[in-house]
């Protein structure tokens, strides 16, 4: 676990549907650039609130998160690198 992650931080990869989380940091180098452009595009960043609303039919890829009030796919493999802390419910 990294120095700067909350201790009950984990992957936005595990956030259950329906659960709300805080961006409480993200693995910028865990990804490549234009996925970094991408995501940064879409309003992903340290303290931004997202909901995990959809799980792809495949193997659960890619998964519906909103960001704010837009809703975006991402894959799963690049929400790994978004460590989030869930909200209370």
Known sequence: MDALTTPEAMGLDRLAVGRRARIDSIDW?????????????????EGVAVEALHLGPF????????????????????AGAVQVVPLEQ
């Not at 180098?29 to 960043?45: I, P, Y």
């Not at 193997?59 to 690049?78: E, K, L, S």
């Open 59 to 78: 193997g659960r890829d890619p998964i519906a998160i909103r960001v704010g009030r837009m809703t975006v796919a991402i894959r799963r493999r690049h």
């Open 29 to 45: 180098a865990m990804l490549e650039l234009s996925e970094v452009n991408r995501l940064k595009h879409f309003g992903f960043d």
